[in-house]
């Protein structure tokens, strides 16, 4: 089956463009497109696609708050890709932290960005590791880590090694090899770690790591 996407931006030639370089891969589909976030928050509660390619700066309302929106609907949400200028920008953490699964650069090529859609419609990698810890650490250096001892507390031994592992932008197979297991036994511990945890993906996850204070960023 086809990967459903919805595409939101307040740029008529950017919603065109994604449109068309998607509407060129075999097993993704375009439903439609919002030119901001109250339409972008409709679509995705009335079309229920499996992505949503979210512009940050909208009118009516910024794609920050929609993602919260979509994300706040639960169930078969969809997994919200942020679009953006700027890999290192504020406004796209707090989007992070508003439940998107990840980010890509509006500059980013056509393969780029359908791998981008694939990924986070699998839901089983964190998106562009490297920009988005980097992004993390960057913000989560600025702001005091959050008191959240109690769920970190409820994790095992082995369960924080592994969090720790996604915080760095490692694979299951990547966590697999590196702590001698198989790659299923590593999505059992990340299945615990969001249910514990009681966050939707390794997005959050890895957000989660640096804001509690269980990995410091470096420098």
Do not use: W
Not at 18 to 28: C, E, H, Y
Not at 34 to 60: K, S, T
Not at 149 to 162: D, I, K, M
Request: contains cysteine.
């Amino acid at each position: 089956m086809s990967i459903r996407v919805v595409i939101a931006d307040d740029q008529a030639m950017v919603r065109d463009g994604f449109s068309v370089l998607l509407g060129a891969t075999a097993d993704i589909d375009v439903i439609a497109t919002a030119g901001n976030g109250v339409e972008a928050v409709a679509l995705a509660a009335e079309l229920e696609p499996d992505v949503v390619l979210m512009d940050i700066r909208m009118p009516f309302l910024d794609g920050i708050e929609a993602t919260r929106r979509i994300v706040a609907a639960g169930g078969s949400a969809p997994h919200v890709l942020v679009l953006t200028t700027f890999d290192l920008d504020e406004y796209v953490y707090q989007a992070l932290r508003a439940g998107a699964a990840g980010f890509l650069l509006k500059e980013a090529s056509a393969a780029d960005l359908a791998d981008a859609v694939r990924t986070v419609a699998r839901g089983d990698a964190l998106l562009s590791p490297d920009l988005t810890r980097r992004l993390i650490t960057e913000f989560c250096r600025l702001e005091q880590p959050r008191d959240d001892t109690a769920r970190v507390h409820a994790l095992t031994a082995r369960e924080s090694e592994v969090l720790v592992l996604i915080a760095s932008g490692l694979s299951n197979n990547e966590i697999a090899a590196k702590l001698f297991v198989s790659e299923e036994t590593v999505k059992t511990h990340v299945g615990r770690i969001l249910g514990k945890l009681q966050l939707r993906d390794r997005t959050q996850a890895a957000v989660y790591a640096y804001e509690s204070g269980l990995v410091r960023p470096k420098g």
